[in-house]
């Protein structure tokens, strides 16, 4: 089956793009039964690999530095993960460019169908980017069939001044979903995918983090309609 691949991007650090993509891959692995492949290309930090404590090892811009394959680390039957370390290295010991690195990445998605067939990994994708990606470069990759979930903040959209409300509006209508991170219940209905505000469990480990969200009966039904938009039904009836 051909992958069907999914970015979760944002404009802002901090908003909850990585633990969203964490949670996403948590539910549709552990609660729905449906084999995950995570890829952490935010290459300004490479926070997924850390939340999921991954080891460190060739990740997914090794071919490009050393010509070397990358590491999968299994994290638990069903749920995968390429690690973004040298990714974060290459960009912020080496200065490779933003452009070598988007470049990069857009051939991941190209030549994902046959990574996924050679090492029987499962075609739901999700990747964790770094914030600020271009829109030029989204909007290719959505030509190649990539779907978008872009990550806000309710405090930060709150914030944001005149010009920047106008690269929100951009990014807003080039998604194809937007969720808005951290709402109260008087904030949750501002967008049609909200995240509650929780408690951060005192275990940063992934799957504490994972439970403790969707602990909340609104955030189990968000995460619950993310991944029925963005994934089709036949992907996730399978077990």
Do not use: C
């Amino acid at each position: 089956m051909k992958p069907v691949i999914i970015f979760v991007t944002s404009l802002d650090g901090g908003v909850g793009k990585t633990t969203l993509t964490a949670v996403l891959a948590y539910h549709a692995a552990v609660n729905k039964r449906q084999p995950v492949l995570l890829i952490d290309a935010d290459w300004e930090k490479a926070e997924l690999s850390q939340l999921f404590r991954a080891e460190y090892g060739p990740g997914w811009l090794s071919p490009f530095l050393r010509g070397e394959e990358p590491a999968v680390f299994k994290v638990r039957d069903g749920l995968y993960l390429v690690p973004g370390y040298d990714a974060a290295e290459a960009y912020q010991l080496y200065d490779f460019s933003i452009a070598e690195l988007e470049r990069a990445l857009e051939m991941w998605v190209e030549n994902m169908p046959a990574f996924t067939a050679s090492r029987g990994l499962p075609p739901a994708v999700i990747i964790d980017t770094t914030p600020t990606l271009r829109l030029s470069f989204l909007n290719k990759l959505k030509e190649k069939g990539v779907k978008i979930i872009f990550v806000a903040d309710t405090r930060g959209v709150s914030r944001v001044s005149d010009i920047k409300v106008e690269h929100y509006a951009s990014y807003f209508k080039l998604a194809d979903v937007v969720i808005i991170n951290n709402t109260s219940l008087f904030t949750r209905n501002t967008a049609p995918y909200t995240i509650r505000r929780i408690s951060t469990p005192k275990d940063l480990h992934w799957e504490a983090v994972a439970k403790a969200l969707l602990k909340n009966r609104h955030n189990r039904r968000t995460v619950e309609a993310l991944l029925d938009k963005v994934y089709p039904a036949s992907l996730l009836g399978q077990t």
